[in-house]
């Protein structure tokens, strides 16, 4: 009990800091990024809860405790939503409103797809704003939130999907154009009254959905022709990898490295080397390759 009172007067003395503090620089505008993010995945939770219920997930075959587990998720992502709300006012500035959104589920096992999808880029978003952050007290509290997003999206890959935990030894950091790409195509409009944020999104990429490590992939995505050579680059858990693109007129192919595995998320880049916002030219499209305990990948 003595840590866990520990634990929460040291939550309650980084909120007082962080409300405290009203010159932040660009702080603001990365935490409307991050509310931004927390507005969409209370959204979606909220709207998947109330379209499915305790029968519809049982009928689905998942154990009767799955969708209680997701109600709390939901109940931090509010929670999410109110901390930063708070944080931004106190500050200031002008949180963003919710945006509306259209999430594809059509049952609760594309509830729950979309879901470990989601937790993952959260994660990674989080994780790739830790650099942007200015204030100290900030970044605490950004660290206390990228942790329970890590939670959430294990425990969906892991308790309920049954497949990895994790992908590798570390988190993969997105930059915020790269989050907001992938965000954007399921957000339909947004208030006109909402502060600028800081990323656009970036061209899309599409990966066929049959794309295996080791095999050749169709591709989707617009060719400005400003490049003569492309690639098809990924940043993973594990280190980044690429191989050239083949365009053959309208067609557009590369091969999976063999080495890709867990999940991962793939650009379009004008060049070989590490990902960056300069080389990009399309994407991310996040792909899943589940593995199994010995490191297989799963059919």
Known sequence: MKSFFAVASLFLLIDAHVLSRADQGTDPAVLNFALTLEHFENAFYRQGLQNFSEYDFKCADFPPWVRGRFQQISEHEQTHVDFLTTALKA?????????????????????????????????????????????????????????????????????????????????????????????????????????????????????????????????????????????????TSNGPASSPITINGDQKTATIPESVKGTVFAFVTNNNETVSVNNTVAGPALIMFPFGPDGKLLN
């Not at 059509?106 to 797809?113: G, L, Q």
């Open 91 to 235: 500050a200031g500035a002008t949180p963003v409103e919710p945006c509306t959104y259209n999430f594809p589920y059509t049952d609760p096992k594309s509830f729950v797809d979309l879901s470990a999808a989601f937790e993952t880029v959260g994660s990674s978003a989080y994780t790739g704003a830790a650099a942007l952050i200015e204030n100290k007290d900030y970044l605490t509290a950004a660290g206390t939130i990228l942790v329970v997003e890590a939670r959430h999206s294990s425990w969906v890959d892991s308790s309920v999907k049954e497949q990895n935990a994790w992908s590798g030894p570390f988190e993969v950091p997105l930059d915020p154009n790269a989050v907001f790409t992938i965000a954007s195509s399921f957000i339909t409009a947004c208030p006109e009254s909402n502060p600028p944020l800081p990323a656009k999104a970036n061209p899309s990429l599409a990966v066929a959905a049959d794309a295996r490590p080791g095999q050749e992939a169709a591709l989707t995505f617009e060719d400005s022709g400003n490049s003569s050579s492309l690639f098809l680059s990924f940043l």
